[in-house]
């Protein structure tokens, strides 16, 4: 699944796309969470704020804690951050404003 501008809002609202309503309203409100602290954050804090390495929980936390493998959509989730973590160390987030890649 191409995650395309490749920038973390839009990470965000892939996995959420994969996500039941009803059976993931936890997980959702956590992303929606995320979501909201990255639409209000410096620029030069969004890695940290995504990744949660600052006080709050991050991506990597979220996952941990809704993402078991008895999930229902394990696979579909597990691809996904398998996509997020070799694209981010390959080139970084892409600016969600100039279209270019950063780290």
Excluded: C
Aim: net charge negative; charged share 35%.
């Amino acid at each position: 699944m191409p995650i395309e501008p490749f920038a973390p809002t839009n990470i965000i609202f892939i996995i959420k796309e994969n996500l039941d309503i009803e059976n993931d309203k936890d997980f959702i409100s956590q992303l929606d969470k995320l979501l909201n602290r990255l639409r209000y954050a410096a620029p030069e804090m969004i890695d940290y704020i995504f990744w949660g390495k600052t006080k709050t929980n991050g991506l990597h936390e979220i996952f941990n804690e809704f993402v078991k493998h008895d999930h229902e959509k394990f696979e579909e989730l597990d691809k996904i951050w398998d996509e997020v973590l070799k694209r981010y160390n390959k080139h970084g987030f892409k600016s969600e404003t100039s279209g270019t890649e950063s780290t």
